[in-house]
């Protein structure tokens, strides 16, 4: 978990857990079925487009709205290796940690990512590469217990393993 390797996918400001899932997507008893229908209020395809852009860069306020799980379990789902934003909703971050997803908070530039960029991702040290831009960027490191979880795989995982 120390090396995350991916490519980015951007999204903006104040995408909210109904942006994420929609409301309708909630009632599918399919998790991989809900997962297909993640951010199509934002990008139609977007759920296609996981497979080879795994990394998402937004902005301010990611993941507000209600606290569903099923928000940050569609991007297990698809395959999201790390969420990267300027900002989360508290309740969000959290949900991310604990189903095993970095969430990387970072103020950053349009000019600093675009759509596809390399990026690799040092969570332990809080260095952040963009191979594609050739630049270096510091994010606060996470806190050792809150790497612990992510290390396990998320807190149920981690929980099992410590039984």
């Known amino acids: 978990m120390n090396l995350i390797e991916g490519f980015v996918y951007m999204m903006g400001d104040d995408i909210n857990t109904d942006d994420i899932v929609p409301s309708y997507a909630l009632t599918l008893r399919d998790e991989c079925k809900m997962a297909q229908c993640a951010c199509e209020t934002v990008d139609r395809n977007f759920a296609q487009k996981t497979e080879k852009l795994n990394i998402i860069m937004a902005g301010e306020n990611f993941g507000c709205g209600s ?5 940050v379990n569609v991007f297990k789902i698809l395959g999201i290796k790390a969420i990267i934003a300027r900002s989360f909703a508290r309740i969000y971050f959290r949900n991310l940690i604990n ?23 040092e969570l332990e040290k809080g260095i952040l590469r963009n191979i594609t831009q050739n630049k270096i960027l510091r994010f606060s490191q996470l806190p050792e217990f809150l790497l612990n979880i992510l290390e396990e795989g998320g807190v149920i995982p981690k929980l099992k393993n410590s039984l």
């Open 99 to 121: 189903q095993g997803i970095p969430g990387i908070t970072l103020e950053w530039k349009k000019t600093d990512f675009s759509k596809g960029d390399h990026l690799e991702i």
């Open 67 to 71: 606290s569903r799980e099923e928000a």
